[in-house]
């Protein structure tokens, strides 16, 4: 795999309100800014309006944090506590 390659990471997860952890997803816009991140959408499930699926790209797998288990586990990551997840994400990566 080509590390210098872009990636988009998909990651979908129930959170316990959406509106909190929107709130908290947008505070750290400036965050993935400084990274190279790019948002590319937020969207909530049309059955259950917590589940929501989140897509941004990366500029490279090396931003996209792999291994993932090291970037998405929440046990790893206390900020990611905060923010309402009611469990770790599932995450899909494209390159």
């Given amino acids: 795999m080509n590390e210098n390659m872009e990636t ?10 959406f509106e909190t952890w ?7 816009a400036h965050i993935r800014h400084e990274a190279g991140i790019l948002t590319l959408g937020v969207y ?14 990366c500029p490279s797998v090396i931003t996209a944090g792999f291994p993932k288990e090291a970037a ?16 770790d994400p599932t995450c899909g990566y494209r390159t």
Wanted: glycine share 2%; hydrophobic share 40%; aromatic share 10%.
């Fill in 8 to 17: 988009i990471i998909i990651v979908s997860h129930e959170v316990q309100r």
């Fill in 44 to 57: 909530r499930d049309l059955e259950n309006e917590n589940y929501i699926t989140g897509c941004v790209l």
């Fill in 72 to 87: 998405w586990n929440s046990s790893r990551q206390p900020a990611m506590r905060l923010t309402t997840f009611l469990a």
């Fill in 22 to 28: 929107q709130e908290a997803f947008y505070a750290r």
